[in-house]
């Protein structure tokens, strides 16, 4: 048995996906009547309209109803996930923690696997990644993800009960390298989106994502990540997907603020809060990161998407 905590869109799919295996999946939603919606439909019409839920997917609202020792996949956002800890860490004990969030927390700075290490000692810290959109994982469509343990034994058992039919688990013990990608990729997108808002086309798409992955590895090099990290699934990979589809919010974020459109403040935007997370971040560390700087600005208000664009192009002429 797997537990799935958190109800989402890529909850509910890694949910459907697991379930192919044959094996009991317990995929918890906070509310009640979620939860009883789901039981009787079948379906997350709130969060993933139109896949079925198979009979194997058992729902529940009582976090406590948890066996003992099985793996649980985390599925809340980045900036929820620390307060989820606290107020669960305790009963759900000692056991792998598997982040499915990617971003960094705004007040402590910490990617997922390492606010899980710090607010959920007893447990095992790991973090699943890579580039894939819910609605892909759950109709049966290929998908490969990264699984980050530092415990590679650990890596080991838990990517061989994550792989499905459709789901392709590769193994790092990068979690450094991995949480990382998966967070600034997103900053990227919505500088990516608002190019393509203001109609720019695709050769500065392409150039806003190859300087925006130089300011990936420029950070996540200087936390220790491994060069090859950036450069797989979660880094590179996760950058391509998301820069260049509207099935990404952060894209499609972008998007509107490039268009001049309104965004729609209930959808869960990761990019924005890592955004302003790792300016402040790469001030202290003084590393130069003009794009997130620039996209922190423009997701505030305080730069139209024009005004960013000007600023990224006044920049002093550099080598590459």
């Known amino acids: 048995m797997i537990a799935i905590l958190g109800s989402g869109a890529f909850g509910t799919a890694l949910a459907i996906s697991l379930a192919q295996n044959g094996g009991d999946i317990l995929l918890w939603a906070q509310d009640p009547d979620h939860v009883a919606e789901m039981r009787n439909t079948r379906q997350n019409t709130r969060r993933l309209p139109g896949p079925r839920l198979p009979d194997n997917i058992l729902l529940t609202d009582d976090i406590g109803a948890l066996p003992a020792d099985i793996p649980a996949l985390i599925s809340v956002p980045m900036q929820t996930l620390r307060g989820f800890l606290d107020d669960h860490g305790a009963t759900l004990g000692a056991r792998p923690f598997v982040a499915c969030c990617k971003g960094i927390d705004l007040e402590t700075h910490l990617g997922p696997a390492e606010t899980i290490a710090r607010h959920a000692p007893d447990a095992l810290p790991a973090i699943l990644t890579g580039p894939s959109f819910a609605t892909d994982i759950a109709t049966g469509l290929p998908t490969a993800l ?67 992955f130089a300011e990936m590895q420029r950070l996540a ?28 919010r952060n894209y499609r974020h972008g998007l509107a603020l490039g268009r001049g459109e309104d965004v729609d403040p209930m959808i869960t935007v990761e990019g924005v809060a890592t955004a302003r997370a790792v300016t402040e971040w790469a001030a202290e560390l003084a590393i130069d990161m003009p794009i997130c700087a620039t996209v922190a600005d423009l997701c ?14 006044s920049r002093p002429l550099k080598e590459e």
């Open 146 to 212: 990264t699984l980050a343990c530092a415990d590679d034994d650990a890596g080991k058992t838990l990517q061989q009960s994550l792989t499905t039919p459709n789901l392709r688990i590769y193994r790092s013990t990068d979690t450094t390298g991995a949480e990382l990608g998966g967070a600034l990729k997103n900053v990227i997108a919505i500088a990516c989106g608002a190019s393509i808002g203001l109609g720019l086309g695709d050769s500065a798409r392409a150039a806003l994502m190859t300087r925006g």
């Open 300 to 313: 505030a208000g305080h730069l139209s998407a024009a005004e960013a664009l000007q600023t990224l192009l």
């Open 221 to 248: 090099l200087k936390r220790g990540a491994r060069p090859e990290t950036l450069m797989g699934l979660s880094g590179f990979g996760d950058l391509a997907l998301t820069c260049t589809s509207e099935l990404s």
